[in-house]
Nanobody, 121 residues
Framework: QVQLVESGGGLVQYGGSLRLSCAASGSIYSVNTMGWYRQAPGKQRELVASITRGGSTDYSDSVKGRFTISRDSAKNTVYLQMSSLKPEDTAVYFC???????????????WGQGTQVTVSS
């Protein structure tokens, strides 16, 4: 009964910026680590950035200095601000949340449906 819904994907020019949002809803007790992953054609899904409940972040080397992950815990929402975009950033971007549905349960990962980001040269 947990859903993660992404928004903000689209087409952007080289060097441009784009902001992705992902809101978790449903039967949620707490949201722990949230992250963004991407998958390009013919490649495995890879971590782009993640953020813990305490605000610690982790980035892929390929996006460090260009992307910023943030979250609004009150809204169960995670954001990915993407700047200085390159054609190599073109991929389907997926949101993931480590979510507890109750205080008695263990956390599990939930995934969004994915949103296309295309960067033109």
């Amino acid at each position: 009964q947990v859903q993660l819904v992404e928004s903000g994907g689209g087409l952007v020019q080289y060097g441009g910026s784009l902001r992705l949002s992902c809101a978790a809803s449903g039967s949620i007790y707490s949201v722990n680590t949230m992250g963004w992953y991407r998958q390009a054609p013919g490649k495995q899904r890879e971590l782009v950035a993640s953020i813990t409940r305490g605000g610690s972040t982790d980035y892929s080397d390929s996006v460090k200095g260009r992307f910023t992950i943030s979250r609004d815990s009150a809204k169960n929402t995670v954001y990915l601000q993407m700047s200085s975009l390159k054609p190599e950033d073109t991929a389907v971007y997926f949101c993931k949340g480590e979510i507890l549905r109750s205080s008695l349960s263990y956390p599990r990962d939930y995934w969004g449906q994915g949103t296309q980001v295309t960067v033109s040269s």
